[in-house]
């Protein structure tokens, strides 16, 4: 499987069991999600044994941590709850990734929370905070990285993010930039 095919697996069980519900009935398509929440226990709890196992030891521990590097195997363990980080650590792991690029830009960002829903909220800081750009810094940079390290959260709320002012049409304005005229504007 490539990263994205993982990341559509969610949406294409669902996309069936709804073709199901149409085609089939109800009764086949409740059928059909009870053997695919029956299927996900079953694997769950065969993954969270191996899990066990391998915190018995140091090297297991070491071997879960590089398991959990990988996209697939992040995504079961995120799944079943049985990831060996937290959601928050792996945020702040994702953040550290984006502050060289934040502080270029002589900015950061900062972690509100996460509740019970889900919803992780940032607050922008130093000229990010209320810069037009920062929408972009924002959807680009930081969701980007903070969706891949915790898949589970429900929506990435960021504050001090202004809009793009916009023109005609929905379309942003372009920035415009003064220039002097080297030769006085009488005299051309």
Do not use: N, W
């Amino acid at each position: 499987m490539t990263d994205r095919d993982i990341g559509q697996v969610g949406e294409r069980i669902e996309q069936l069991l709804g073709e199901l519900a149409a085609e089939a009935g109800s009764t086949v398509a409740d059928r059909a999600e009870d053997l695919v929440h029956t299927l996900l226990e079953f694997y769950g709890a065969g993954l969270t044994t191996i899990v066990s196992v391998l915190r018995e030891d140091v090297a297991g521990e070491v071997l879960l941590e590089r398991l959990a590097g990988d996209d697939h195997v992040r995504g079961l363990l995120v799944l079943h709850d049985l990831h060996p980080k937290s959601t928050l650590d792996r945020v702040t792991e994702a953040l550290d990734e984006v502050r060289p690029y934040l502080g270029s830009h002589s900015g950061d960002v900062d972690i509100v929370g996460i509740d019970t829903e889900g919803v992780l909220r940032l607050q922008l800081q130093g000229t990010c905070d209320g810069c037009p750009s920062s929408t972009v810094t924002a959807k680009m940079a930081i969701e980007r990285v903070v969706r891949e390290a915790a898949p589970e959260l429900t929506d990435v709320v960021v504050a001090g993010v202004v809009p793009e002012p916009t023109g005609p049409g929905g379309r942003p304005l372009l920035p415009l930039e003064t220039i002097e005229c080297p030769v006085p504007v009488e005299q051309a």
